[in-house]
């Protein structure tokens, strides 16, 4: 089970994991926290009915990780448009984002949350044993899910990763490249989110 999640009787996976593991992950999704922020809006008001009507941003985000995380909703598929085409996508983009970046932001936050939270109950259960057994129920596991594949494409972005050609250069970094140590944390994080999602497969 080191470094692979399995399912567990009636639903949910488990996964163990060694402190440093721990650490990194945990590290990790509060960076991811800090970067999707609390959201338009959200230090505004303490009204949940006003909240529910808070329209969204209606520009993609200039950190690129942020673009990554929110990309435009309309593009053209078959390459650039012309500027008929480019400026209706636009607008497209910009009306879907103001109705739903906010909801996006949210759903991204709880599931960095749920990493924490359930990290941060493992931490306490295991003081001083070095590690120990991960396990989540399936709506947890969804969690998760979410929360690494924003992870990875986090560290993608940063690493300019657009293929599957960039990820094979990566595998023959040299040990003294500075890139080397998030390569790994990439390769690492992918290994749990593809023997993770095999758990949620019926």
């Known amino acids: 089970m080191p470094g692979t999640f399995e399912p567990l009787p009636g639903g ?8 440093v593991e721990i650490s ?5 999704a509060v960076q ?3 970067l999707i922020g609390p959201g338009p809006g959200a230090e505004t008001s303490d009204d ?4 529910l009507f808070t329209d ?5 985000p200039a950190d690129p990780v942020l673009r990554r995380l929110f990309p435009d909703a309309y593009s053209d598929p078959e390459g650039t448009p012309g500027p008929e085409q480019a400026e209706e996508q636009r607008a497209y983009s910009a009306e879907f984002r103001r109705y739903t970046e906010n909801d996006l932001r949210a759903g991204k936050r709880e599931n960095a ?17 070095g590690g120990a057994v991960l396990k ?6 969804r969690q998760w899910l979410g929360a690494l594949n924003d992870l990875r494409l986090a560290i993608g972005s940063r690493l300019d990763i657009t293929d599957e050609d960039d990820t094979e250069l990566l595998y023959r970094l040299p040990d003294e490249d500075p890139r080397k140590p998030m390569v790994m944390a990439y390769l690492w994080l992918g290994g749990l989110q593809e023997t993770l999602v095999s758990t949620l497969m019926p």
């Open 12 to 19: 949910g996976a488990a996964v163990a994991l060694d402190d």
């Open 24 to 28: 990194i992950i945990r590290s990790l």
């Open 48 to 51: 949940p009915l006003a909240e």
């Open 113 to 129: 949350l749920a990493v924490i939270r359930t990290l941060d109950g493992l931490s306490a259960e295991s003081a001083g044993d």
């Open 32 to 34: 991811l926290l800090e």
């Open 56 to 60: 969204g941003p209606s520009e993609p």
């Open 136 to 141: 989540l129920d399936p709506d947890e596991s």
